[in-house]
C-alpha cells in the first residue's frame, strides 16, 4: 500500500477515534447530569412531602408555639419519653437532614431554603438553648448540619426585607394574643376591619371546606412565599385549625 494513502488511512483512523471519544465523553456527561437531575427531584420532592404533611407542621407548631420550657433540663424533665421530645428531635432532625445534603453538595441549597427557611430561623431561634446544652450534657454534635444552615436561610429570607434587616419569623414571642369570635366579628364590622389569613392545612381544608367571608386561604407551606397578597397596612387576624 501506497505509504502516502497509508499516512492518510491512519489519520483518518486517529480523527474518527478522536470524535468517538468526544461524543462518549459528551454522553456521558448527559447521562451523568439527567442522572443527578432526577436524584435532585427525587430528593426535594422527598424533602417537601415531610414538610407539608399535617404531622410534621403540627410537630413544628408545637416546638414553635406551646412549648414551655426555657431549658433542656427542664424539658427533659417534663416531655423525656413522650410527645414533646419526639417533636423535638423529629423537627430538628429534618432541618439537620437538610443542612447535611446542602453540606455534601447533594442538593441546592437555594431551591429548598426559599420556601423552608423562615421556618428553619424560627425552629432554630426557639430550640437553641436547649440545643447548646444538650450538646454538654449528652449528644456534641446535636443537630450540628442545622446550625451551619443558619446563614444560607438568612441568606434566603432577609434580603427580601432590606439590608441589615433582622427576622425572628413565626416566633413564639410575636403570637397574637387570642380573640374570641365575638371579638373579631366586631372587628369585622368596623370602619376598619382587620384582614382574615386562613392558615389552615389543606387536611383541615377537607374536613371543614367553611371558611370566615373574605378570608385570605394559604396553606402554612405557603405563607412565606405568598406574604405580598397579604395588606400591609392592615391588622391581622389568624385562623387555624
Known amino acids: 500500500m501506497n505509504m502516502g494513502v497509508w499516512t492518510i488511512i491512519t489519520g483518518m483512523t486517529a480523527i474518527v477515534s478522536m470524535i468517538a471519544y468526544i461524543v462518549t465523553a459528551l454522553f456521558i456527561r448527559a447521562e451523568l447530569k439527567a442522572a443527578e437531575k432526577d436524584r435532585f427531584l427525587s430528593v426535594t420532592s422527598e424533602l417537601f412531602a415531610i414538610w407539608q404533611d399535617p404531622e410534621f407542621m403540627q410537630a413544628q407548631f408545637w416546638l414553635l408555639y406551646k412549648m414551655q420550657e426555657t431549658t433542656w433540663e427542664g424539658f427533659v424533665a417534663k416531655h423525656r419519653g413522650d410527645v414533646g421530645e419526639l417533636n423535638f428531635h423529629r423537627v430538628g432532625s429534618f432541618y439537620d437532614r437538610i443542612g447535611t445534603l446542602v453540606r455534601l453538595k447533594l442538593i441546592n441549597e437555594n431551591e429548598i431554603?426559599?420556601?423552608?427557611?423562615?421556618?428553619a430561623i424560627a425552629v432554630w431561634q426557639k430550640m437553641e438553648p436547649f440545643v447548646r446544652e444538650a450538646r454538654r450534657i449528652e449528644n456534641?454534635?446535636?443537630f450540628d448540619d442545622f446550625e451551619a444552615l443558619l446563614p444560607s436561610c438568612y441568606e434566603?429570607?432577609?434580603p427580601a426585607l432590606g439590608e441589615g434587616a433582622f427576622v425572628k419569623p413565626f416566633s413564639a414571642d410575636q403570637?397574637?394574643?387570642l380573640i374570641s369570635v365575638k371579638t373579631l366579628k366586631k372587628k369585622l364590622d368596623s370602619s376598619n376591619p382587620p384582614?382574615?389569613?386562613?392558615?389552615?392545612?389543606a387536611a383541615h381544608v377537607e374536613l371543614d371546606s367553611r371558611k370566615i367571608p373574605g378570608a385570605i386561604v394559604i396553606p402554612?407551606?405557603?405563607?412565606?412565599?405568598?406574604?405580598?397578597?397579604?395588606?400591609?397596612?392592615?391588622d391581622i387576624a389568624l385562623y387555624c385549625a
Do not use: F, N, Q, W
Not at 113 to 119: F, N, Q, W
Not at 195 to 201: A, E, K, P, Q, W
Open 113 to 119: 431554603l426559599s420556601t423552608v427557611g423562615g421556618y
Open 140 to 142: 456534641s454534635v446535636l
Open 156 to 158: 434566603c429570607y432577609v
Open 175 to 177: 403570637t397574637p394574643p
Open 195 to 201: 384582614v382574615v389569613l386562613d392558615v389552615r392545612t
Open 220 to 234: 402554612p407551606g405557603e405563607v412565606a412565599e405568598r406574604m405580598a397578597e397579604i395588606p400591609p397596612e392592615k
